[in-house]
């Protein structure tokens, strides 16, 4: 998979370094061409995607199971047993012992195997097939939220069975395993036993729809705040998994803030408490005002907090780390400027908006008409130098004349040599002709 960025950066960057021709052309060569953005193979980087996935979210079960167990006893506590995250935490261990902490722990695995693989697999096909940019800031906010939506509903329609299964394993005394706690469920429920708090959970996927779109928000002012500090485009948006950990763990818990009360009863449903069983999300929700108040929607809240910031912000660092970058957000093209011509000859160029069918018939009119004019014109002028020629000549013949007359009879006399006057490009007379 680490190839497999390289190779994708490398082709997003077209980072080219071409060889200097010519001597001093090294500063010119050494500057990055910038080729288009060539888009992987869509099989292989959904299967990317879902196996970064999976692995990130079983390193991060993993490593935070401790808390999750202490979170599902906190939210399913009753309001004279309830007690704080580490109230909680010292009694479980006082009576199971650390052991007690990991109780459960092979079901909840088998359960995020099949939730993170499939929730991955529904992200990376609907964000290849119904957007240009992916889950980036290129595409609108309210169209990402829709999509991580309709992604994590597809999801809890497939994976509630697992859910519910894991969660009663997990605070069963004995924890009996995956298959035993789902066949038990069965038989006291049946098959509609194993999708209780659907409704809840379906409602319940605003919470990681918001979480995934306030991530590729707050990378996007991220990038923006490092981009005025001089960095460039592309190396702006090449986050680290620090970076990506530390955003997710803020929207999720902006996330948990904003739909608590949805959570609780979610959890409330699956459980074996027969108080809230059969009880729809409505039911829960009073039962839970009118038997321990307004603050029992917020009981676990901060056990919650502890778990599923945590859970998220590891789960998503694995993830960068191990799977294909993130998207990135193309640059914009440049906005176009009106740029003013230079004067030709002192004079502004021809409007191109003057520039019609119309015009143009008018401009080859006018050279037409123009055309026999000037023949006209020549012609005429070359009538006139043909005139002024014989006028020249019967000149030349008079000077001839008056010339021949003055001459004194010796003929030996230096004043007696003839003058011949001749026009340009005549020929000299011959001795007969003198």
């Known amino acids: 998979s680490a190839s497999n960025e390289m190779a994708d950066r490398a082709a997003f960057k077209g980072i080219l370094e071409p060889k200097a021709k010519e001597a001093g052309s090294s500063e010119g060569a050494s500057r990055p061409i910038v080729a288009p953005i060539s888009r992987r193979n869509s099989k292989s980087k959904i299967l990317a995607n879902v196996v970064s996935g ?5 390193l991060a079960e993993a490593a935070l199971f401790p808390v999750d167990t202490v979170k599902l006893r906190v939210q399913t506590a009753t309001g004279s047993q309830a007690a704080g995250f580490w109230e909680t935490l010292v009694e479980l261990v006082s009576k199971a012992g650390v052991q007690g902490l990991y109780r459960g722990i092979g079901a909840a695995m088998i359960k995020e195997t099949f939730h993170s693989a499939n929730y991955w697999m529904f992200h990376s096909a609907i964000f290849h097939n119904f ?7 290129g595409t609108p906010t309210m169209k990402r939220l829709g999509l991580n939506l309709l992604a994590k509903q597809l999801n809890w329609l497939c994976t509630v069975p697992f859910e519910v299964v894991s969660s009663v394993n997990q605070l069963s005394a004995k924890s009996p395993g995956f298959l035993t706690t789902a066949l038990a469920i069965y038989q006291d429920g049946g098959i509609q036993a194993f999708y209780r708090g659907l409704a809840v959970s379906l409602l319940l996927a605003v919470n990681p729809a918001i979480m995934n779109t306030l991530i590729t928000t707050m990378l996007r002012l991220w990038a ?3 981009q005025s500090c001089g960095t460039d485009y592309l190396e702006a948006r090449d986050h680290s998994a620090a970076v990506v950990g530390t955003v997710t763990g803020l929207s999720k818990m902006i996330a948990t803030v904003l739909t608590y009360p949805l959570i609780r009863a979610k959890v409330l449903q699956q459980t074996s ?7 729809s999300f409505v039911q829960v929700i009073q039962r839970l005002l009118a038997t321990e108040g307004l603050g029992s929607l917020y009981q676990g809240v901060l056990a919650m907090s502890y778990k599923t910031v945590l859970w998220n912000s590891l789960m998503m660092a694995f993830k960068h780390m191990l799977g294909p970058g993130r998207a990135i957000t193309p640059p914009a093209s440049p906005k176009l400027q009106a740029v003013r011509h230079m004067p030709l000859m002192a004079r502004e160029p021809f409007p191109v908006e003057y520039l019609t069918q119309e015009k143009l018939d008018d401009i080859l009119g006018y050279l037409q008409r123009g055309g026999n004019h000037n023949a006209k014109k020549v012609e005429a002028l070359e009538n006139r130098l043909d005139e002024a020629t014989g006028e020249i000549r019967e000149v030349r013949k008079l000077l001839l004349e008056l010339v021949a007359r003055s001459t004194p009879e010796n003929g030996n006399s230096d004043h007696g040599r003839s003058v011949t006057f001749r026009l340009p490009g005549e020929t000299p007379p011959t001795a007969e002709s003198n």
């Open 224 to 226: 923006a705040f490092r």
């Open 273 to 279: 408490d027969p108080r809230f069983m059969a009880a």
């Open 131 to 137: 957007t240009k940019f992916e889950d980036t800031s």
């Open 54 to 58: 999976t692995i990130g979210s079983l």
